[in-house]
């Protein structure tokens, strides 16, 4: 068995380990299972790929994508060590070459992607070629916390038990929760040897700015640094391709990247990165998980990312030659409504709906912060560090106020309108602006109205965001993202604390232009919530979503909130049918109350207008039905007969008693006041 500190230098060409590398490859080399958190750039993949050469049998690495497997076991053949991948973008020959390595014991390391877990012919592959170790590369994406899951991931811990070897697990980005959860999938709960090797990465310059003509603001940012490598990070697939053309307009060499393309040209862009000096790749966050080019020397986000560890990752792919680079993130009020649409839509839980805005509150307040964002950015991973001298606050620190007053306003308003508002009607209040809303709610009337009006409507959205980045407020999905306080913001409300804002970004604050969108900002989280139901009955029944209901039913759903089945079938594309399908369940997601079970007969009225006279026969008949002193024989109505009398409406006690179901008693009991809710229906 070869020493690893010989196999460093003659085949890796490395004179030493990086600091805290080789006690984990001491562990994983002792066959222990291991856990290992180190910063991207910090040499992850040596940890695993040095013991594997060590010892005895096949090492098989469990990796997310494609492009990161082929990048690994390209390198690895380049240093002349026999690795290989099975992944759907194989040809034929490729996987013959591999299986005819693994059967002439050549290969030591093998990828594969966490789906091929799935198929039955894995686990006896792996017995028979002796696999003795298992590597998890980018281990958070076992977790439903982070921010990459991947439920194959869930299949590994399986696997190790089933195989009786040891695991070795490894990731650049966890926080606290998602460690937990990668020793509880992966590790059966028994903890691991765990290594903490820190997350800073001094030499990145971390830099945000708010939205001001940001394509522009892209442009300036990739002209200052012409001819170098980079990558720009969008939140949609049609911005990839919008930006990255303007890109090519300043004579910059680039392309754009995103899942929609097809495998080989997304290949082809992998490619070119890898070889080509000085392209930018302007992509979603589908690429780059695992790249390995040493010399990125910037990247942007256009957008705001999803979440700190998103954000980590992605800046981190910058800089891992250890020489300067730089980032810079754009961010606005847009951003965060579509962050905040995107968990609101997903199909979590309300608890995890709740844990996600949370993570963007982080991040919020890391776009926020009032001093060192490196401080910032290493406290939301448990680890404290002086101010850094390489951010953008540290160079020109932000201006501060004194906000205690204008914070307490918003929580007093958020208050006295019950905690059932998001910040648009809320600052409506504040800013003393009567909208038909204000006035219907009578929070005209409130001592909070109008009381903010020293603020402008988006320099209130710049108080809220930053509320928002303290943790002070958070939407709740169960409110369709109506803001409620957190405790931290109640010592503030009370008088016992005081709070500091920056100042900058309100002065910078300025009127948003007119996005047009689908509803306005109040009803965006009903509608979120209502396209999350669809989905969710879709996938169930196997069908696409519009077949439940179409865009327009729902947005009409969200604007006029009908709180009864009645009213929900006077929405456009509700017919009889679809009411009986899915009415009580879109109608518990308006009103937060579930349905009652209503009797096939009145259910046939619903939309109707005998369905309001029914109910008043209804509720007649229960006053009626021991008789005007109460105590006479209990009588009543089968459902179907008031329905028949709301449909047919007679017009005298004689047409009433031939009705089905009446007859003299039941007309001389119920006929006169049955008479008279027909001539008022």
């Known amino acids: 068995m070869s ?17 805290g590398q080789e006690e984990i ?43 990161l497997m082929r990048d690994q076991v390209r390198s690895l053949k380049e240093a002349g060590v026999e690795a ?40 006896p592959l792996l017995r028979r070629i002796n696999c003795t170790m298992i590597a998890v590369d980018e281990a958070h994406c076992v977790s439903q916390w982070g921010h990459d899951f991947r439920p194959d991931y869930l299949r590994i811990g399986e696997l190790r038990k089933a195989l009786n070897v040891p695991l070795a697990a490894f990731t650049a980005t966890a926080d606290e929760e998602t460690r937990a959860e990668i020793v509880t999938r992966l590790f059966d709960g028994k903890a691991p040897d765990s290594f903490l090797r820190g997350f800073d990465r001094p030499n990145i310059h971390l830099a945000f700015a708010i939205k001001d003509s940001p394509r522009d603001q892209i442009l300036r940012f990739a002209g200052a640094r012409r001819g170098q490598s980079g990558i720009v990070y969008c939140a949609t697939r049609a911005k990839t391709e919008t930006l990255a053309q303007a890109l090519k307009a300043e004579a910059h060499s680039t392309c754009f990247y995103h899942g929609g393309m097809d495998a080989e040209e997304r290949r082809r862009v992998e490619i070119r990165f890898q ?16 790249i390995d080019k040493p010399d990125i020397r910037w990247v942007a986000h256009a957008d705001l990312p999803k979440t700190i560890e998103g954000y980590y990752q992605e800046i981190g792919r910058a800089g891992r030659d250890s020489a300067p680079a730089e980032t810079m993130t754009l961010y606005g009020p847009e951003d965060i409504r579509l962050r905040r649409t995107q968990i609101d839509e997903g199909a979590a839980p309300p608890d995890r709906k709740a844990a996600d805005h949370g993570r963007l509150n982080a991040l919020l307040g890391l776009a926020e912060a009032m001093a060192c964002r490196r401080q910032v950015l290493l406290g939301y991973f448990g680890e404290a560090s002086e101010p850094c001298g390489n951010c953008d606050l540290c160079q020109r620190p932000a201006q501060l106020f004194d906000a205690t007053d204008a914070v307490r306003k918003a929580l007093s308003a958020m208050l006295r ?7 648009g009607h809320l600052i409506d209040i504040l800013t003393g602006n009567s909208t038909p809303k204000v006035r219907e709610k009578g929070h005209d009337q409130l001592p909070t109205f109008a009381v903010g009006r020293d603020l402008s409507k988006p320099a209130w959205g710049a108080v809220f965001r930053q509320m928002m980045g303290r943790d002070l407020v958070r939407p709740d999905p169960d409110r369709f993202g109506a803001l409620r306080m957190t405790d931290a913001a109640r010592p503030i409300l009370r008088g016992e604390a005081s709070i500091t804002l920056r100042k900058d970004t309100i002065d910078k604050a300025v009127p948003r232009v007119a996005i047009k969108t689908q509803v306005s900002e109040e009803d965006a989280s009903l509608l979120s919530a209502l396209k999350a139901k669809r989905r969710a009955l879709a996938e169930a029944a196997g069908v696409p979503a519009y077949v439940i209901f179409a865009d327009k039913t729902l ?28 009415g009580a369940a879109f109608l518990q997601i308006i009103t937060g109350v579930k349905a009652t079970t209503i009797h096939p007969a009145r259910r046939a009225l619903v939309g ?9 026969l209804n509720q007649v008949q229960v006053t009626l039905a021991r008789g005007d002193d109460g105590i006479g024989k209990h009588l009543s109505c089968t ?43």
């Open 555 to 582: 947005i009409e759903m969200a604007e006029i909130r009908p709180d009864t089945l009645d009213a929900m079938m006077g929405i456009t594309g509700v017919g009889a049918k679809k009411l009986e399908s899915y």
């Open 275 to 290: 070889q080509e000096d000085g392209l930018i790749v302007v992509a979603t966050v589908a690429f780059g998980m695992g």
């Open 25 to 67: 490859v001491d562990a994983v080399m002792a066959g222990r299972n291991t856990l290992a958190i180190m910063p991207t750039g910090g040499g992850k993949s040596l940890c695993f790929q040095l013991p594997a050469l060590c010892r005895d049998g096949v090492t098989v690495v469990i990796s997310p994508l494609i492009a």
């Open 84 to 123: 290989g991948a099975l992944t759907s973008g194989n040809t034929e020959e490729q996987t013959e070459e591999v299986f005819a390595a693994l059967d002439a014991g050549r290969l030591k390391l093998l990828y594969m992607a966490p789906e091929r877990l799935a198929s039955s012919a894995t686990l």
């Open 639 to 681: 459902q179907s007969t008031l329905r028949h009398i709301a449909e047919r409406r007679p017009s005298s006690l004689a047409e009433l008693a031939k009705i089905q179901g009446m007859g003299d008693q039941k007309t001389d009991r119920f006929g006169a006041a049955f008479l008279e809710v027909l001539r008022e229906g």
């Open 608 to 616: 109707r207008d005998a369905g309001a006279v029914y109910d008043r």
């Open 417 to 423: 309108t019950g905690e059932w508002f998001g910040a």
């Open 3 to 19: 020493a690893p500190q010989d196999l460093l230098h003659s085949i890796f060409g490395f004179p030493g380990f990086r600091p």
